[in-house]
């Protein structure tokens, strides 16, 4: 199992999957994975990127997801993706509460979900041309 699920430009995803015992580990599609499960509260971040990128034509379809138990707390740590590997959204839970990290990757570059969920269509749809016309 590759231990990186995107590089790109020195800039890299861990595989949670390749980290944690099998048991542990989901590797498959969006819709099958439980994004409310223990540990792990993203169902509403999940249904509005899915909107957001089901709006352009780039929804999320497969997932890598890892958890483990750390001074008796749940982390959960999972990368998704569309099906051209262009949109990757990557959430770590830090060790320590409240802490982590929850990015969009839009074709490399690296956004907080926050600010991308906070921009209208039009915003994203302009974002998205001007990332592509910098990569040519």
Known sequence: ???????KEGKK???????VSNEDAYCGPVKDFL???PG????????KLQESLTEINMPLTYVWAGKEIVNGRIRSNFVCKD????????KYDGISKGSGQNYIY????????TSWLNLTLEDRITLINKIKESEI
């Open 1 to 7: 199992m590759d231990k990186y699920i995107f590089k």
């Open 13 to 19: 995803i861990k595989n949670p999957c390749a980290f």
């Open 35 to 37: 994004f409310n499960s």
């Open 40 to 47: 792990l509260n993203q169902k509403n971040n999940f249904n």
């Open 83 to 90: 099906d051209e590997d262009n949109i990757f959204w990557y």
């Open 106 to 113: 839009i074709f490399g570059d690296k956004m907080k979900l």
